[in-house]
């Protein structure tokens, strides 16, 4: 097959010249709406990830052969870099969150924070996705179900540093469904994986 600078561009152009990883918002919501982020603390998500999903293969031997079959679907942590604000508001919500699951940070557990079967069972939230085109309107959209942190990073502090302060979460999920929209932001189709 003959190399052609001209096709590549042209197919590229035909797609909006690539999507770009900088383009996307994110929508983090809390369990019933208790410790969302505000869309102050959604602008301040700085890395986050298109979820990923891996099946695993089951080997099955047979007569001295190894035979691979589709096993199981499983979703890896997914991890966000959030920007720190002064007020610490995104990161509050984060450990009022993990409070709500585990216990108070001394460990004492009650009927609130990580004690009651009400209160895990109510325990977790969704985010949302959304990657956006060259022209701002939202393309695809990606809903993290059933999510709870697993991490709350540190925030380094140094005397000889001026950059603005910034930390990982990690949070585990269930799974993860996959949307097409229109500029207006509407789901054309989805398509749940699962």
Known sequence: MAFSVTSFKTNLATGGGGARPSLYSID???????NSFSGASNILVKAAAIPA????????????????????????????TVINDEDMAARSNIIAWM???????????????????????????DATVVQMGLD???????KVHQMWPTELG?????WSSDAIEEYTVAFAYDYW?????????????????S
């Open 154 to 158: 540190e925030i380094a502090l140094d």
């Open 28 to 34: 983090i919501n809390g369990p019933g709406g208790t």
């Open 53 to 80: 999903s891996t099946i695993a293969p089951l080997t099955v031997n047979y007569m001295g052969r190894a035979y691979k079959t589709p096993g199981f679907r499983t979703f890896d942590v997914w991890n966000v």
């Open 177 to 193: 469904s996959h949307g097409t929209l229109t500029s207006t932001t509407s789901v054309i189709s989805t398509s749940i994986s």
């Open 99 to 125: 409070r709500n699951l585990a216990g108070t940070l001394q460990g004492n557990r009650d009927g609130v924070f990580g004690g009651s079967s009400k209160v895990l069972a109510s325990s977790e939230g």
């Open 136 to 142: 701002g309107a939202a393309k695809q959209s990606w």
